[in-house]
């Protein structure tokens, strides 16, 4: 089916094509994107290839969802109803997100003359061979390959042999607008439940947000923590840990605090629909990932003026607000000592943990606004349109 009928309508027309919109960073950014090109005086449809997901609730209603049902493993009817929804929608341009959509879209679409432009939100090391030739296959129908971070576009560069004037990179970008001082309070004496004997520096918070999933190896914060509660200069400290989010992992995390006796210390908090006051009540933030592309997590944070600790996980370390005059957190090694040694240094020194928590705020709400991602994206989408014309 070759479809090259451009919309007759002056205003430009975006299709957003994702697997679904589960709770994940780039399901989040989708949504930022879609509502905000609707505010833009786009028309703007979302394509979720399997089902909606449980952040589809938060579309504007001004963006049109579509769902294709795609069935587990090899659906080969997928790319009929894919080429017919996008028949029906004709876009002037197709931004794709994740592996699965950027596949399936441009192998549906390969007949016909729409742009795709298919953003790759990581360092995808576990791709096998057949993938990564896939990927090279498919750049030739992709009008440009967005990277979120330049780890990420340097993999595409030299592991997959993507062209170098295919691959436009655009970091990440949050509502900073969210992130008004005085968030958390309440949430971090509840989740503190300090008693009225133990001072407010020895007080601390530390948490993380994101998926139970193996990539975010929950296992090695919550090794750091178990090295934080052996160390004699921190006895005196009241060190709690949160961790927000759901996945697969949660039984075996649980069984870990368990066998490390750190229930009276670590908790799961599940999924929260209040991150921005999240983020707010906690001291630190850390990040313990195996791989990452470029985490909202961490540019939330440090939004919120908490500073984080990351661990060296693919484009975590371009997340950290960083200039001459400060920055707004550290990158560590993959290992539980190295985290909790980036802490402890925290905690021992309350000045720097404030210094830090104010220089990422001013940094975060100088250089991490979703307006800043979003317009880079426009003129790469308007770029699109015109070549077409």
Known sequence: ????AKNSSKQPVVAFCIEELSVGGAEQMLIAMANEFAHRNWR????CLSKAGELAIRLREAVTLHVLNKRRGLDLMLPVRLQRTIGQI??????????VANAWTRLSLLGNSIPIIATEHSRDVWKPFHYRWMDKFLSRRTYQLVAVSEDAADFYRSTIAIRDELITVIHNGVDTALYSEGKGLKLREKWLNVDSSISEDCSVLIGTVGRLVPAKNHFRL????????????????HIRLKIVGEGPERSRIQQRIDQLHLADAVSLAGTRHDIPDVLAAFDIFVLSSDREGHPLTALEAQAAGTPVV??????SGETIAHDASGVGGVL????ARAIAVAIREMLLDPQLRQRRAAFARHYAHTHFD???MIDRYERLFMRSLAARD
Do not use: C, Y
């Open 370 to 372: 979703k307006q800043t």
């Open 310 to 315: 990351l661990t060296d996980a693919g484009g």
């Open 90 to 99: 004709a876009p002037d341009v197709i931004n794709s997100h994740l592996w």
């Open 44 to 47: 703007v449809h979302v394509v």
């Open 222 to 237: 919550l090794e750091s923590i178990a090295f934080l509660r052996r160390d004699k200069a921190l006895s005196e400290f």
């Open 1 to 4: 089916m070759k479809i090259t």
């Open 332 to 335: 560590v090694e993959k290992n």
